[in-house]
């Protein structure tokens, strides 16, 4: 039986308490550019100038930047440490945020939300290792305070984009989630030059960085973490426009995806806990996949009469997504395989969910309604399945 080396000495307490405020305010940022643009772009495509095949194109953008600079976030990390690549991350975030607020057309618009989430995608890498490296002894409390922050930035972005921007402008709506994204780039900037001298870099001795690409646990986290993603950022990006084109109002959207995003801080809190009690958390993987077949049914039969319930269905289905990034750290050994497999992951699997949001729009156009693209999510639920049960299975990456 393979069993894990000891952990690291825990660091210094005065640091290990200025690391979790970090990992804290961080987690806080890492949707909400996402989450609290989603329910203004028929708006700003209003003043802007632009329609639906745009709104599809902003609506790939989070998967495309996530999978590039996920993949890219590793190597980074292994040259300038964990601490300084997510100082640089967050600043890139803050900066493009306010630049995306003040974009004077399409461009620009799109140019600055691609940098924004390039930040945000090498952020989602490094908050991983960074967690073991920090927390190696409290990995299931802090998986848990930053997935539950995460969803908790998620749930509130969504929630406070209308009445934000009804009340002081779309860009003001757009621009104030700069402010949290540049203050976690300064904890992080007082955090990396409070540990200069320390080696957190997440890199391992030549030779024994595991060979993640060859691993079928790694895969299956893999396949599920981008079915789980194309399934989030499709319900993020198109729940609007299938609740108002049933009849729903503009509201009504906005605060669906809040709803949606509210049920994720309960998953946050509870399957990180239970993925690190149980040697195999498979029977996770087949409620939260029983739970999207009814959401998505549901929204194509009776998307007013039942829209509570299929919402809610929705939102408790992608608990896959806290339970892959917890499964990242219960199936590697060291925070340099942690990082490697982090990147491979999250990178690999946003590139495979990336066109999801951009597909399904076009399918909506060529179809006349969304009844076909509803479907097409309830049938990749299938190949979740089958990537879940080797992502679950009770064995190490590297071996």
């Not at 549901?298 to 917890?326: M, Q």
Request: hydrophobic fraction near 55%; include cysteine.
């Amino acid at each position: 039986m393979t069993t894990l080396a000891p952990p690291a000495a825990p660091p210094a307490r005065r640091l290990a308490v200025w690391a979790g405020l970090a990992i804290a305010v961080t987690a806080v940022n890492l949707r909400t550019a996402v989450t609290g643009f989603s329910p203004l772009l028929e708006t700003i495509g209003d003043r802007l100038g632009f329609g639906v095949a745009l709104i599809g194109v902003l609506g790939t953008v989070p998967a495309a930047s996530f999978a590039i600079f996920g993949l890219l976030a590793p190597v980074v990390t292994r040259r300038f440490g964990l601490e300084r690549t997510a100082t640089a991350a967050l600043a890139l975030t803050a900066a493009s945020l306010l630049l995306r607020a003040l974009a004077p057309g399409p461009v620009v618009l799109v140019v600055s939300t691609v940098l924004a989430l390039a930040g945000i995608g090498a952020a989602n890498v490094v908050v991983v290792p960074l967690v073991k490296t920090w927390f190696p002894d409290r990995i299931a409390l802090w998986t848990s305070t930053y997935l539950l922050l995460l969803q908790t930035g998620q749930f509130i972005a969504p929630l406070l984009a209308v009445p934000v921007a009804d009340a002081a402008g779309w860009r003001v709506s757009v621009g104030v989630w700069a402010v949290p994204a540049a203050l976690a780039a300064v904890l992080w900037l007082v955090l990396a030059l409070a540990t200069r001298s320390a080696d957190h870099r997440a890199s391992a001795p030549a030779g024994t960085r595991p060979r993640v690409a060859r691993s079928a646990t790694a895969w299956g986290l893999v396949v599920l973490f981008a079915l789980t993603a194309l399934t989030n950022y499709a319900v993020i990006t198109w729940l609007p426009a299938v609740l108002t084109d049933a009849g729903g109002s503009r509201a009504l959207g906005g605060s669906m995806v809040a709803l949606y995003s509210a049920w994720g801080v309960l998953a946050a809190l509870a399957v990180p806990q239970l993925a690190t009690r149980v040697a195999n958390p498979f029977p996770v993987v087949v409620v939260c996949s029983a739970l999207l077949v009814v959401g998505f049914v549901g929204l194509d039969l009776a998307p007013r009469e039942g829209t509570l319930l299929w919402v809610c269905a929705l939102g408790v289905g992608v608990s896959s997504f806290p339970l892959c990034l917890t499964l990242v750290n219960q199936r590697t050994r060291t925070p340099a395989a942690a990082a490697s497999v982090s990147g491979f992951v999250q990178g690999t699997g946003y590139a495979l969910a990336a066109t999801g949001p951009l597909g399904l729009g076009l399918l909506r156009e060529a179809t006349g309604s969304w009844s076909a693209p509803l479907w097409l999510l309830t049938a990749s639920v299938v190949p979740g399945l089958v990537a879940g049960w080797f992502a679950c299975r009770p064995r190490y990456v590297e071996d």
